[in-house]
């Protein structure tokens, strides 16, 4: 049931009327559901700011909160979502700190206070409502914006790509490599070949659980990518039993090389380059 404006009106008049003992008695409900996780004084002061809101809505004449009178109202609304959010609040806990505001409310009512003009709370309770629901939306968006901001962090983290010599750079991969690791493993190994012109570029699987078809595809596409930018690539980490995986499944490296470690695949590298000293090969004088 939706409000009419004239009952917009008398609950706007009893939120300012009443508005020090709502936002004491509104802050006390919502505190319980927090469990002390916030500041008193930071609580009361987010409390008084939505019950301002909601009184200057109301009193604009809101009597749907999509409505222009409730753009304020709305923005106060996602603030606190995202403040809590990004606080660790989970969304029945920011939920209910609109939806404590029905139980003060009806408090005031119940002592009296309502001389047969505030008598529609349903209508009032049903606003409430729909605000608390806008709330639980607003979360729930800021809260899946962070975990994606999360993952694409801890997904650049998982694919490093090092220099371990001149002209020699590594990619230690460790875990599973889907679609999208793997994309930007391409790209970091990509980026850093252009940067420091290295002519080779050692490809680390010792921390991939296993190897299936789809995995060795995703290895292929980064080795022919790499070669079109000129860098020839090594396979370190091939364990017995990825070796024997990769038998079964009858995938071809052709010419790619492999080696069984990094380290080997290192002294193969210096040794095709020249350089001796780590090659297995005693240095000329």
Same mark, same amino acid.
């Given at each position: 049931?939706?409000?009419?404006?004239?009952?917009?009106?008398?609950?706007?008049?009893?939120?300012?009327?009443?508005?020090?003992?709502?936002?004491?008695?509104?802050?006390?409900?919502?505190?319980?559901?927090?469990?002390?996780?916030?500041?008193?004084?930071?609580l009361r002061r987010q409390i008084e700011e939505l019950r301002k809101g909601f009184e200057q809505a109301l009193r604009a004449g809101s009597v749907h909160l999509t409505d222009e009178a409730s753009a304020e109202l709305r923005a106060q609304l996602?603030?606190?979502?995202?403040? #809590?959010?990004?606080?660790?609040?989970?969304?029945?806990?920011?939920?209910i700190s609109v939806y404590a505001l029905k139980d003060a409310v009806l408090e005031v009512l119940d002592n009296g206070t309502?001389?047969?003009?505030? #008598?529609?709370?349903?209508?009032?309770?049903?606003?409430?409502?729909?605000?608390?629901?806008?709330?639980?939306?607003?979360?729930?968006?800021? #809260?899946?914006?962070?975990?994606?901001d999360q993952a694409e962090q801890l997904?650049?983290?998982?694919?490093?790509?090092?220099?371990?010599?001149?002209?020699?750079?590594?990619?230690?991969?460790? /875990?599973?490599?889907?679609?999208?690791?793997?994309q930007v493993v391409m790209e970091r190994l990509?980026?850093?070949?252009?940067?420091?012109?290295?002519p080779y570029a050692i490809i680390d699987i010792t921390g991939v659980p296993a190897v299936d078809t789809q995995v060795a595809q995703h290895i292929l596409k980064t080795v022919v990518a790499a070669r079109l930018m000129g860098a020839d690539c090594?396979?370190? /980490?091939?364990?017995?039993?990825?070796?024997?995986?990769?038998?079964?499944?009858g995938i071809e490296f052709g010419d790619i090389a492999t080696k069984a470690s990094l380290a080997d695949a290192l002294r193969y590298v210096l040794g095709k380059t020249g350089n001796r000293s780590l090659s297995g090969k005693r240095t000329e004088r």
């Open positions: 049931m939706p409000l009419s404006s004239d009952e917009a009106s008398r609950f706007a008049d009893l939120l300012k009327e009443h508005g020090e003992s709502l936002t004491t008695r509104w802050t006390e409900l919502v505190a319980n559901g927090l469990r002390g996780r916030l500041s008193s004084t930071e996602s603030e606190l979502s995202g403040h #809590r959010a990004r606080q660790g609040f989970n969304a029945t806990e920011t939920a309502d001389n047969g003009g505030l #008598r529609d709370y349903v209508a009032f309770s049903s606003f409430v409502d729909r605000a608390a629901l806008f709330t639980f939306d607003s979360y729930v968006q800021v #809260r899946e914006a962070l975990i994606a997904l650049e983290l998982s694919t490093p790509v090092v220099k371990l010599w001149e002209g020699v750079v590594a990619v230690p991969l460790v /875990g599973t490599l889907d679609s999208a690791r793997a990509l980026q850093t070949l252009v940067d420091t012109g290295s090594i396979i370190s /980490g091939i364990r017995p039993q990825i070796a024997q995986t990769i038998v079964a499944l």
